[in-house]
Nanobody, 129 residues
Framework: QVQLVESGGGLVQAGDSLRLSCAASGRAISTYAMGWFRQAPGKEREFVAAISAYGSNTNYADSVKGRFTISRDNAKNTVYLQMNSLKPEDTAVYYC??????????????????????WGQGTQVTVSS
């Protein structure tokens, strides 16, 4: 049983930065691929970024490449999403997710919702123009 708790969301202006954190408890997540997803009002939940076990590989949505960075600190059992140059279209509830499929560490982490087993409750990010 893994519990995930997101934090760090808030209200910012376009061009500002935020760092989201996802703290895991219940078991170590060092062998899990971890992902960030977001859901804007009236839209489907979409992939944002993912990182493989041990942090060797990452995937990003095209819309956030060059602006967002996913990282992990397995000693703290925590995953981060650094968001720079925020835009109004980044406004959404951001969710942290864990993939317990025990994928090889050299594999690229998945970007599909159905690949993930555990989800946090989300944190709101609002970017004003």
């Amino acid at each position: 049983q893994v519990q995930l708790v997101e934090s760090g969301g808030g209200l910012v202006q376009a061009g500002d930065s935020l760092r989201l954190s996802c703290a895991a408890s219940g078991r170590a997540i060092s062998t899990y691929a971890m992902g960030w997803f977001r859901q804007a009002p009236g839209k489907e939940r979409e992939f944002v970024a993912a990182i493989s076990a041990y942090g060797s590989n990452t995937n990003y949505a095209d819309s956030v490449k060059g602006r967002f960075t996913i990282s992990r600190d397995n000693a703290k059992n925590t995953v981060y999403l650094q968001m720079n140059s925020l835009k109004p279209e980044d406004t959404a509830v951001y969710y942290c997710a864990a993939d317990s499929s025990f994928r090889p560490s050299y594999s690229y982490p998945p970007k599909f919702l159905d690949e993930y087993d555990y989800w946090g409750q989300g944190t709101q990010v609002t970017v004003s123009s």
